[in-house]
């Protein structure tokens, strides 16, 4: 074979071949120890077992003017119990090679971990210390506030997530927990004492709303015998609080420009409310959004990046919470091109939402996600977290057993009716983060609505940079 021969040989890519079929063993479910919801799946292949507590401790019950107490309780909870500092608590787990792990989100503040089968017992013994008894003691508050203010004073100074931050403030009122960043403002945050974290501790971390998921090598009576030894001290109720509550739609389409002077690039988002996170509708959001901004290959990135060479890369994406959510397109660009790319990304989004995606997209995008998911569920830890995404959200003990199935059902026709009840172009706000002396009279120029050119400013708590509203 010549040289010419082969390449002609390779000028197209192969067909893909058929999926491969993905077996995942069964959910069960129970409760446990004081009262605890319990799901566990097993899996025998390898001796481990990966676990995580779910507490009904998410950033959207934090008090208003409190914001980020979540995340601050959430950091400080390894860090020292009643009868171990938080030295010799991470020795017991380090003795035991159990790395824990405590995460917060909007919906649910998660303890995480990984041990060998045998060693649950031992294990649980820790993390129940941890639940039961924590302190919470002064100099890890303080520590961990430090931490967080100064995350939050350079997420302020990086664009891309100033851009996405404003958006939020954009479209959700003041008085709402997604106007402001997961992890609280510097006010809130400098603001906590050591008693409100101990407080909102003594209230949310209970586990009447909680779940304890388990996947490994264990059965379900081993899993169950465990967490009656060591959970079953752990009681209490939670507090009732109210859910976020839906966010009005803007009269007027906001179109939003953060001045920062001297900027040689544009970070841009268009964005509105999204649903909340159900099954209703979630196949064809999934595979929609792929096919508008959510893969390579979609019809945002061919356009901006592909055909335009505007940017590296354009994405889109659903948010989608407990109560309420977010659809968002986000993109960086050179100066000169922001207005163009902005155009770019609005034809992209109006011609979608008023003709949907075309067969050929479609199938593509089924074939992607349904290829990819079993990358998602290879390992027990991925596998506990997808599990507790059944009892945070209140979806069925089948819903990952069917995912493939419902996103392989999907049509364009499906697609377009759900998405047009959903998404909205010409309402949708738009936030510019750059040098306004060269973009704001483009921007106006579009006539896509009032601009508002914002500029940055001194914070009066720790001197960090502000967003400030310098002309309507």
């Not at 302020?156 to 939020?168: I, K």
């Not at 988002?269 to 508008?292: F, H, K, M, T």
């Not at 000169?336 to 902005?342: C, F, G, H, K, M």
């Not at 995008?365 to 209140?394: C, K, N, S, W």
Request: glycine share 10%; net charge negative.
């Amino acid at each position: 074979m010549t040289p010419v021969d082969s390449l002609r040989r390779h000028a197209s890519p192969p067909e893909p071949g058929p999926i491969r079929p993905f077996h995942l063993p069964p959910v069960s479910s129970g409760t446990a120890g004081g009262g605890v919801r319990v799901l566990s799946l097993t899996r025998p292949e390898i001796p481990l077992a990966s676990g995580c507590i779910v507490l009904d401790a998410g950033e959207s019950t934090a008090p208003g003017d409190r914001g980020g107490i979540a995340v601050l309780a959430g950091d400080i909870l390894t860090g020292g119990t009643e009868s171990r500092d938080a030295f010799q608590l991470a020795e017991a787990l380090e003795r035991l090679g159990v790395s824990l792990r405590v995460s917060t989100g909007w919906d649910a503040t998660t303890l995480s971990f990984t041990t060998l089968a045998d060693r649950l017992d031992a294990t649980l013994e820790v993390v129940s210390e941890v639940l039961r008894t924590a302190v919470f003691p002064e100099p890890e508050v303080e520590r961990v506030r430090r931490q967080r203010l100064a995350a939050i004073r350079q997420r302020r100074m990086d664009p891309g997530q100033l851009a996405s931050d404003e958006l939020n403030r954009t479209l959700f009122p003041q008085d709402h927990p997604y106007h402001r960043g997961l992890s609280g403002e510097v006010e809130s945050v400098a603001a906590i004492e050591r008693e409100e974290v101990l407080a909102f501790a003594e209230r949310r971390y209970r586990p009447d709303r909680g779940a304890f998921i388990m996947v490994g090598d264990l059965a379900e009576a081993q899993v169950h015998g465990a967490v009656d030894r060591h959970l079953s001290g752990w009681v209490g109720s939670v507090v009732a609080s109210e859910s976020p509550s839906e966010a009005p739609k803007p009269d007027a389409r906001p179109v939003v420009l953060v001045h920062r002077p001297g900027a040689v690039q544009s970070e841009i988002r268009i964005g509105q409310v999204g649903p909340s996170r159900s099954l209703e509708g979630e196949a064809e959001l999934d595979v929609g959004n792929a096919v508008l901004g959510g893969s390579f290959t979609s019809r945002l990135n061919l356009n901006l990046r592909e055909k335009h060479g505007f940017t590296y890369g354009v994405r889109s994406g659903f948010a989608r919470r407990r109560s309420g959510g977010l659809f968002s397109i986000g993109t960086a660009v050179q100066t000169e091109v922001t207005v163009a790319a902005l155009q770019e990304a609005l034809f992209e989004f109006r011609r979608f939402v008023a003709h949907g995606p075309e067969e050929s997209e479609v199938r593509q995008a089924r074939d992607y996600l349904a290829g990819v998911f079993p990358l998602r569920m290879e390992t027990a830890p991925q596998i506990a977290a997808r599990l507790a995404e059944l009892h945070i959200f209140g979806l069925p003990l089948d819903y990952h057993h069917g995912y493939r199935e419902r996103i392989r059902a999907v049509t364009p026709g499906s697609i377009h009716e759900v998405l047009a009840g959903i998404l909205d172009p010409e309402g949708a706000a738009i936030v510019v983060v750059g040098d306004a002396d060269h973009l704001q009279g483009p921007l106006e120029g579009l006539g896509l609505g009032d601009v508002q050119v914002q500029t940055e400013d001194t914070d009066p708590v720790g001197g960090m940079a502000a967003v400030q509203e310098t002309s309507p």
